[in-house]
């Protein structure tokens, strides 16, 4: 009945009425700006706290590859150290042979003395080997901690012997706060992202306020002739309060589990802590170990020098055999890789200790 009154043509009130256009345009801005959101601002904070852990974390990768790549370093300079000793060792003997086969050839020593001191000779080229193996292995160890290519030549400077007296003079600190340790900074960064979760989950208790704003242009046409539409403006300005009501029970709950957590969090930096500090006070007593070690293995190479020499003077004179002298060459190597393991020690306790604390010493 509608159709046949609005027709022009009663006719063809069949076909119904035509609405609108068949084509239609829109183009417009929509913004939106939070208010008053609790729970936004919190957020806030834990991306700022986010990026404190990465530059902490970066920190922490530092500190681990500065103490492999000086634990390294003394390990090459303590190969290298056993590698010359052993050379040495094997040159003295090369001409204490020499001079003991003259003897023999002259009557004056036994062939029991000739054969000792060639097996001696003989049973000093496995350490050699096994010295130059350690050193080659340590030297890769070290470019590849400190991305050198692997064929690339290398010269070691220095000895283990030449930080001795820095070992007197280092004053060596016993930090039972940490405050430098990386470990625990992460904790207590990881530890405060939790508290601004905790926070979080009480804020979402409370309403938020947050104003819109949308502003846009709409035309209708049944054509594409752009240049003759009409377009008409539409915009709204409005403000949105949401309350929140209920949620049956789970924001309560998440509640009680960050509270939870944060519990948690305070028992593991606790037993964090003391493990630090036990490995503090375990570094220093290391430190002091090796210290008093490397006093006394000097005192005992020094007297093993002066035993050997009085016992190859014995041996020169008759009064002395082959084994004495064999025993007392043997005290001297012993004395020797004792005092440069005592320096290592020292070295690598020191290397602990440092990246413990977090700095170096």
């Known amino acids: 009945m509608l159709g046949k009154l609005m027709a022009p043509d009663p006719d063809s009130a069949d076909d119904g009425i035509q609405v609108g256009r068949k084509n239609m345009w829109t183009g417009g801005v929509n913004v939106s700006l939070p208010l008053v959101v609790p729970s936004l601002w919190k957020n806030i904070q834990m991306s700022k ?36 000793l052993f050379r040495e060792t094997y040159a003295t003997d090369s001409l204490n042979l020499v001079n003991i086969k003259n003897k023999f050839e002259q009557g004056v020593v036994s062939e029991y003395d000739v054969i000792t001191a060639d097996v001696r000779l003989k049973s000093i080229i496995p350490n050699i080997l096994q010295s130059e193996s350690m050193l080659k292995i340590a030297e890769l160890q070290l470019k590849m901690l400190m991305g050198i290519d692997s064929e690339l030549p290398v010269e070691i400077v220095g000895s283990l012997s030449d930080y001795e007296k820095w070992m007197f ?63 008409d403006p539409y915009s709204v300005v409005g403000v949105t309060l949401a309350i929140p009501l209920f949620s049956g029970g789970q924001r309560y709950h998440n509640i009680k589990q960050s509270e939870i957590q944060l519990y948690q969090l305070q028992e593991q930096r606790h037993n964090l802590k003391r493990g630090l500090q036990l490995s503090v006070k375990n570094s220093v007593e290391l430190i002091n170990k090796s210290i008093e070690q490397v006093v006394a293995a000097e005192s005992s190479v ?50 602990d200790l440092e990246k413990t604390l977090g700095y170096d010493i």
């Open 49 to 84: 706290v986010d990026l404190e852990i990465a530059v902490e974390q970066s920190r922490s990768s530092k500190i681990d590859l500065t103490h492999q790549v000086k634990k390294a370093f003394y390990s090459i300079l303590l190969a290298k150290d056993s590698y010359d």
């Open 169 to 231: 003079e280092a004053i060596v600190p016993s930090d039972d706060n940490l405050i430098g340790n990386s470990d625990l900074k992460q904790f207590d960064l990881q530890a405060m992202q939790a508290e601004n979760a905790y926070e979080m989950q009480k804020l979402q208790r409370l309403p938020t306020l947050t104003s819109s704003f949308n502003y846009s242009y709409i035309s209708q046409n049944n054509d594409f002739k752009f240049n003759t539409y009409r377009w």
């Open 302 to 351: 020094q007297q093993a020098k002066k035993g050997y020499e009085i016992t190859q003077k014995r041996y020169e004179t008759g009064a002395g055999t082959i084994v004495d002298l064999n025993a007392a060459a043997l005290a001297v190597t012993n004395a020797e890789l004792q005092y440069r393991n005592a320096i290592y020690d020292y070295l690598a306790s020191k290397a």
